[in-house]
């Protein structure tokens, strides 16, 4: 009975404060920005921006680009709005925003920085809003965003290899490709874990094909040798202890069986590179 009464009180208040509204007796949402000139939203948005309020930042400068579309500030909106997005943690919004931006602006003394934004986003929508403090690392995660980060600064240090952001962008491309290189040994452990240790080997090989002198590619060749040891393809599983022993010749997966970290360094290993 108490949960009856407590539905019907609900749906009276419910048709209250709808008839309420239709009355007009609730007060409608005031636009504060609606009798603003263009210049006024800029240092408005601008004045947020500065201040870290990212989301006040990208209404405004939505705002802004909406009202005045070709005016002076209108390009500066668009990528600020993109980053606006970013720093608020909505990687989504702000991937369209910057997508919009490199596709009307293509020759934009910013397109270089477009790109370096649009491999942020994703770099760290990979790790994702709790992730990025958690301590997980980012091979544990979904590879397909890495991949998407890893595309756009590649982009950046091909095509503007004098911009200001192609040193940090060709550092994060390794990080990206380690990431990748360690999420696939990661797959290849889980196979051979479970004793699916084809599946285990073709993970393995993946790593080995894709991502050339990846610091995992040392346990991709360690799962292939126990694999094809499993197996009993001895003649596979030699194969790949020479490549082994010449690549990795203090390899532990030669005499332990494992990666044995000699080096003392706390770094996740995709967080290393050569």
């Known amino acids: 009975m108490q949960a009856l009464k407590l539905v019907k009180h609900l749906t009276l208040a419910a048709i209250v404060v709808g008839s309420m509204a239709a009355c007009g007796i609730l007060p409608e949402k005031v636009d504060e920005t609606a009798s603003w000139s263009t210049n006024k939203l800029y240092s408005e948005a601008k004045d947020s921006f500065d201040s870290g309020d990212y989301t006040k930042a990208a209404k405004y400068y939505e705002l802004l680009e909406g009202r005045d579309p070709f005016g002076p500030h209108a390009q500066q909106a668009q990528i600020n709005t993109a980053y ?56 544990e995660r979904d590879p397909k965003a890495l991949r998407a980060a890893y595309d756009s600064f ?34 290849a452990e889980y196979y051979y874990r479970r004793g699916a240790y084809l599946a285990a080997v073709n993970r393995a090989q993946t790593a080995l094909k894709d991502y050339d002198q990846a610091p995992a590619l040392e346990d991709a060749l360690g799962i292939m040798i126990k694999s094809y040891d499993k197996l009993g393809m001895t003649e596979l599983r030699d194969d790949a202890r020479r490549v082994m022993e010449k690549t990795y010749p203090n390899s532990g997966y030669l005499t332990v069986g494992r990666r044995i970290d000699t080096t003392g360094d706390k770094k996740s290993w995709w967080q290393i590179w050569r």
């Not at 608020?88 to 596709?103: G, S």
């Not at 602006?105 to 942020?120: E, V």
């Not at 060709?170 to 290189?181: D, E, F, H, Q």
């Open 84 to 139: 606006s997005y970013y720093k608020d943690n909505e990687p989504a919004q702000a991937l369209t925003a910057v997508d919009r931006f490199i596709r009307l602006h293509p020759d934009s003394p910013s397109i270089d920085y477009a790109y370096y934004l649009k491999g942020l986003i994703n770099f760290n929508d990979d790790l994702g809003l709790f992730g990025r403090f958690s301590g997980q690392d980012l091979s």
């Open 154 to 187: 590649k982009y950046l240090v091909e095509h503007y290899p004098t911009s200001k952001y192609a040193n940090d962008a060709a550092l994060r491309m390794r990080y990206a490709v380690n990431a990748m290189a360690a999420h696939e040994v990661h797959a």
